[in-house]
């Protein structure tokens, strides 16, 4: 039997060879789409769902099916919080930032104790507070757009700042760095992935497992509102659910880029290629006029099959 070449066994190689290919399919369906300003957007889609998918892979990472479906409320919560808070002003960005930030860390607090200490299922944890958060943001707003991104926060996300690139490009560099060293140099690294292997042995061992567990849903809300403050200078101003395009998507990143759903193996680096192969295909469905519906069919299509390829053998171990 042919054996597969061990390249193509790396997830963050097929994403790469994915973008490269999707480029081409783009450029041929219409001419442009993989010019430089035209890459340079893309970049900047894929950095707000790469940060999102920052805290999802720490989720993850951390086992007992850990999948924080409440990202998607939590980057609308702080879209509006930080519009409200700047409202056009850049005095008003330390504030957002803090308020944004504090209110993304309660947010995942509260979904950590549920799951580590009421005992309740992940899944079901992060969608009720899911609920809980689209029920807020509809009595915050009123049906009624307010709030605005501040220029300074606008030139951050969309304009040049250091070697061609924006702002929005550079944190998402720096957060991968963090990440990176994180989870393969420190304790608190190599717990999250000790509990995600195998939680029971990592308690036998003296591992602080709820704590650590409960601190992975906490940073989750943390990436989800720097996402979301980033969101509002990208697009100007919040409108409703403006969060809930990056749920269903920040999963496939962190599955397509070689983390088990079952927990304890992958990493951030595969998720940051999968979250711009994610990007690259939805501009090419864009251009094809599909749909937001659509979309959607087709993220969901393409969890069921890694799913099928990734979630087997020891990725659905108990």
């Known amino acids: 039997m042919t054996q597969v070449p061990e390249m193509l066994k790396n997830p963050i190689f097929v994403a790469l060879a994915l973008i490269v290919l999707l480029l081409f399919a783009g450029e041929m369906l219409s001419p442009g789409f993989a010019s430089p300003t035209q890459i340079m957007r893309l970049l900047i889609v894929a950095a707000l769902l790469g940060i999102v998918a920052a805290g999802q892979n720490l989720v993850i990472l951390g086992g007992r099916e850990g999948i924080d479906l409440s990202v998607g409320g939590v980057v609308s919560l702080a879209a509006i919080i930080a519009g409200n808070l ?49 029920g807020l943001l509809v009595v915050i707003r009123q049906g009624i757009p307010s709030g605005r991104a501040a220029p300074g926060l606008s ?109 304890g193996k992958g990493g951030y680096t595969g998720t940051m290629a999968g979250a711009m192969m994610l990007t690259v295909l939805q501009g090419i469905l864009t251009t094809v006029n599909i749909d937001e519906s659509g979309r959607q069919m087709i993220f969901g299509a393409t969890l069921l099959l890694l799913m099928l390829f990734y979630g087997r053998g020891k990725a659905m171990r108990a």
């Open 86 to 134: 700047m409202d056009g002003q850049n005095a008003g960005i330390p504030l957002a930032i803090l308020g944004c930030i504090a209110a993304g860390a309660i947010i995942g607090l509260i979904n950590g104790v549920g799951v580590t200490l009421m005992r309740i299922p992940p899944l079901v944890m992060t969608l009720g507070m899911l609920g809980v958060l689209q």
């Open 155 to 263: 030139q951050f996300v969309t304009k040049p700042i250091l070697l061609g690139l924006p702002g929005i490009i550079w944190l998402w560099v720096l957060i991968g760095l963090f990440l990176a060293f994180l989870l393969s140099r420190t304790v608190y690294g190599h717990r999250i992935y000790a509990i995600g292997s195998n939680e029971q042995a990592a308690r036998m061992a003296g591992v602080p497992v709820a704590a650590i567990r409960i601190s992975l849903f906490a940073l989750s809300g943390v990436f989800a509102s720097i996402a979301g403050i980033c969101l509002i200078g990208y697009s100007g101003s919040s409108f409703a659910n403006v969060g809930e395009q990056y749920m269903l998507p920040s999963i496939i990143a962190v599955v397509f880029g070689g983390t088990l759903l079952a927990g």
